[in-house]
């Protein structure tokens, strides 16, 4: 809701450069694989968009193929979670293609309100940048990784070999470009603009539109799901709980008719919507890639290449349906399959041996409230948060007109709002108190609070400065109490809370070894590791290498 007034260190190297890896993450990433290790022809960063880290246990017993591969062949980290608090989809992809902390990136959430200009900005907006269409539909978004501090592990890829090839693939903008970095030469970028329905790219990243891309695209219009439905791949009997649980969105029970009332050449935004939630992007997403790995021949020549896919229909699935629902436990269904393909194509055009996966999620996401027991979960409501403060600011300062903007668990005061009330104590507590007032809210943090680097034993404090950048967070930012979300329909993410920090990390391919590591991760370790397997050297991290990830020899 929205108001204006508004991510090949060996065994055998010594102990003491391990020690180093493990007590000073920021060195860690430049530590190389020896000379003598052979490096993997391509990197492989995959996401699953709200990909919960119970959902192995959970659901994992229906896996048969890319995910059964990955957690059981690969080198898997069930202990993992992110080490902030902001857990949204721009600033979990950032982190897992920087291995940077969203205070250090900058790309604190998919969007934040921009005092100087007085409105909304995206994390990837670039009022430079034009739209390069890959479809006979003209584009008209603008996105670039201008705002972005630092350099993504393809970027140093890119700048360490510039032969290197780097491709980013998503439905959304702000994944592709989180796990691709600032583009360049030999760089493929796509995702979908929900403005337009239109596969696209930017001219931050090329001059022309990737005719590999467009035929593809023009072989597989999403048009052509119109008038299908999406039923359930395993047997009704293999799902858990209920079809139609409480708390999902209409229509929550199978099938799922992909239909509207617009019927064009082009995609309606209307069935696109429709067609975003359910497994088919992941499906084209899976087969757009392997397309370009056998056309680009990537991994197939002496430089390295890097691949990257954000999978976003597990998180528009998730919003609507919630993590316990049939729908969920179909696209992972379907997600297995097509990362098992995925995998196959990989080990045929490029070997096992020749690459280096990781696998994680941006985010994971809370209960739908109404399935929780009463009195232990609910809605907050965003207005009734902003009402609360003004009022008690019109209460000690007088009347006025105090909040400029408020977005998810942000608000922005009006210019010299904020030291007004810092500066008196009458005025800190009651907005402190009608904070806390509105139900479901636990507590409220202060700007300064969350950018002062004194020590402090609150983790939430921790986590919460890990999110903070100045210019960009809210002056005042609250947490509902956890089960609680700031959704009026479906559910969401963005707390502290492990339900939304806690996601998988895992590790496949060449310099991989196999088995469950019960050391602690994050999935800011993600790009060190694949640095360091790679033979590349971040030019900062605040992720260590995951040793225990690579194979023994």
């Not at 007032?437 to 409220?444: D, K, Q």
Request: charged residues 20%; hydrophobic residues 40%; glycine residues 8%.
């Amino acid at each position: 809701m929205r108001m204006n007034g508004r991510w090949m260190l060996l065994v055998v190297l010594s102990l003491a450069l391990a020690w180093v890896a493990v007590r000073h993450p920021g060195a860690a990433a430049a530590i190389q694989t020896p000379a003598t290790a052979p490096r993997p022809r391509l990197i492989v960063m995959l996401v699953a968009d709200q990909f919960r880290g119970d959902y192995v246990n959970l659901y994992g017993q229906a896996w048969t193929k890319g995910l059964h591969e990955i957690f059981t062949r690969g080198a898997y980290f069930p202990d993992a979670a992110y080490p902030y608090a902001g857990t949204k989809t721009c600033a979990g992809h950032v982190s897992i293609g920087t291995g940077r902390l969203p205070s250090s990136h900058g790309l604190i959430d998919n969007e934040w309100y921009d005092a100087s200009a007085h409105a909304f900005t995206t994390c990837t907006e670039d009022p430079s940048a034009r739209s390069i269409s890959y479809t006979a539909v003209a584009g008209t978004e603008r996105h670039s990784a201008r705002l972005m501090r630092g350099s993504t592990l393809a970027d140093v890829l890119r700048q360490t070999s510039p032969r290197s090839r780097v491709v980013a693939l998503s439905v959304k903008p702000r994944s592709a470009i989180g796990l691709g970095g600032h583009g360049g030469p030999n760089t493929t970028f796509a995702w979908i603009e929900e403005a337009t329905g239109t596969w696209a790219t930017s001219s931050a990243f090329t001059t022309a539109a990737s005719t590999v891309v467009s035929s593809f695209l023009k072989d597989h219009p999403i048009s052509a799901a119109r008038g299908t439905a999406w039923t359930r791949m395993l047997p009704e009997a293999a799902y858990q709980g209920l079809d139609d649980a409480a708390g999902e969105q209409m229509p929550n029970e199978f099938p799922h008719l992909l239909d509207d009332n617009v019927r064009t050449s082009r995609t309606s935004a209307t069935f696109l919507n429709t067609w975003e939630q359910t497994p088919l992007p992941n499906a084209m997403l899976g087969e757009l890639a392997t397309t370009l790995v056998t056309k680009l021949s990537l991994g197939q020549q002496s430089q390295t290449d890097f691949l990257a896919i954000s999978f976003s229909a597990l998180d528009s699935v998730g919003h609507k349906y919630g993590p316990r629902s049939h729908e969920v436990q179909d696209v992972l269904a379907n997600l297995d399959q097509v990362l098992g393909a995925l995998i196959a194509n990989l080990d045929r055009l490029v070997g096992r041996d020749k690459y280096v996966l990781a696998f994680s999620a941006d985010h994971g996401v809370a209960e739908n409230p109404e399935q929780q027991p009463a009195g232990t979960a609910g809605r907050v409501s965003l207005a009734a948060v902003a009402t609360s403060v003004e009022n008690a600011l019109d209460r000690t300062l007088g009347r006025g007109d105090y909040l400029e903007a408020a977005s998810g668990s942000a608000l922005y005061f009006r210019a010299g709002v904020l030291d007004k009330v810092r500066a008196s104590a009458t005025a800190t507590a009651a907005v402190e108190n009608a904070l806390v007032s509105v139900r479901g809210v636990a507590r409220g943090f202060w700007s300064d609070a969350r950018k002062a680097t004194t020590p402090t034993d609150d983790e939430i404090v921790t986590l919460m400065r890990a999110s903070y950048a100045a210019g960009r967070s809210g002056d005042l930012e609250f947490i509902p109490h956890p089960g609680w979300v700031i959704v009026s329909a479906g559910t969401t993410h963005g707390t502290p809370y492990a339900y939304d920090r806690e996601v998988p990390v895992a590790f496949l391919g060449a310099g991989v070894g196999t088995g469950r590591f019960a050391t602690h991760a994050t999935p800011i370790d993600i790009a060190p590791t694949l640095a360091a397997l790679s033979g590349l050297s971040l030019p900062s991290t605040d992720g260590r290498v995951l040793t225990e990830a690579v194979a023994r020899r």
